[in-house]
């Protein structure tokens, strides 16, 4: 019996032709439809009575300062330190010099610097008790933003607009916040456009 499963998956190989055009592909039994992409999540301001804006607010505080001073050995620890590869130190070394960089006009200028710390919307759908469960979590995300003189009503409606394009009125860096621990941690990004 064995033998002859055998054999008749050898005829059935050498039965059919090698090289089939695609105009002799059979159809597939499975429709493929494409696939929509997913939206985009909306950025909304933090609420104010979140435990973790004054969290996300001291964070970018202390952010700001270091990214103000200019100074690598301030900055680069709080955007990974050790783990902050040579070209990103470069990048954002470039951000704070350059003088289109929306970080120049946002950081630098003579006028009032405005800051919006954005999270994502939560999607509608959930109840109280889940809301309350992200509430109490022990990590966060968060995007920080400034932006100098009247532009600051303007920001980012999604993440993907927080990429620090010389043409945004606002410069932007994403923190990951986290509690667990002894001691809350957290790291900044600061996300540039692909060259």
Same mark, same amino acid.
């Given at each position: 019996?064995?033998?002859?499963?055998? #054999?008749?998956?050898?005829?059935?190989?050498?039965?059919?032709? %090698?090289?089939?055009?695609?105009?002799?592909?059979?159809?597939? +039994?499975?429709?493929?439809?494409?696939?929509?992409?997913?939206?985009?999540?909306?950025?909304?301001?933090?609420?104010?009575?979140?435990?973790?804006?004054?969290?996300?607010?001291?964070?970018?505080? =202390?952010?700001?300062?270091?990214?103000?001073?200019? =100074?690598?050995?301030? $900055?680069?620890?709080?955007?990974?330190?050790?783990?902050?590869?040579?070209?990103?130190?470069?990048?954002? %070394?470039?951000?704070?010099?350059?003088?289109?960089?929306? !970080?120049?006009?946002? +950081? !630098?200028?003579?006028? !009032?610097?405005?800051?919006?710390?954005?999270?994502?919307?939560?999607?509608?759908?959930?109840?109280?008790?889940?809301?309350?469960?992200?509430? %109490?979590?022990?990590?966060?995300?968060?995007?920080?933003? $400034? #932006?100098?003189?009247?532009?600051?009503?303007?920001?980012?409606?999604?993440?993907?607009?927080?990429?620090?394009?010389?043409?945004?009125?606002?410069?932007?860096?994403?923190?990951?916040?986290?509690?667990?621990? =002894?001691?809350?941690?957290?790291?900044? !990004?600061?996300?540039?456009?692909?060259?």
């Amino acid at each position: 019996m064995r033998a002859f499963l055998i #054999s008749s998956a050898l005829v059935a190989a050498v039965a059919t032709p %090698a090289l089939a055009t695609e105009a002799d592909a059979p159809a597939s +039994l499975l429709a493929v439809e494409t696939e929509a992409p997913a939206p985009r999540a909306p950025l909304v301001p933090l609420a104010a009575d979140s435990v973790w804006t004054p969290r996300f607010a001291a964070a970018a505080d =202390d952010l700001v300062a270091a990214l103000r001073s200019r =100074d690598e050995a301030r $900055w680069a620890p709080l955007l990974g330190g050790q783990w902050l590869a040579a070209d990103d130190r470069a990048r954002v %070394a470039g951000l704070l010099r350059d003088g289109n960089s929306p !970080f120049r006009h946002a +950081l !630098f200028s003579k006028g !009032f610097t405005h800051r919006a710390i954005l999270g994502w919307s939560a999607p509608v759908s959930l109840n109280a008790a889940e809301r309350a469960a992200i509430e %109490a979590g022990q990590e966060a995300e968060a995007l920080v933003c $400034w #932006s100098a003189g009247g532009a600051g009503g303007q920001w980012p409606t999604t993440a993907a607009a927080a990429d620090n394009r010389a043409d945004r009125p606002y410069a932007c860096a994403r923190i990951a916040y986290s509690i667990r621990g =002894d001691t809350p941690t957290w790291r900044a !990004f600061i996300e540039q456009p692909s060259a």
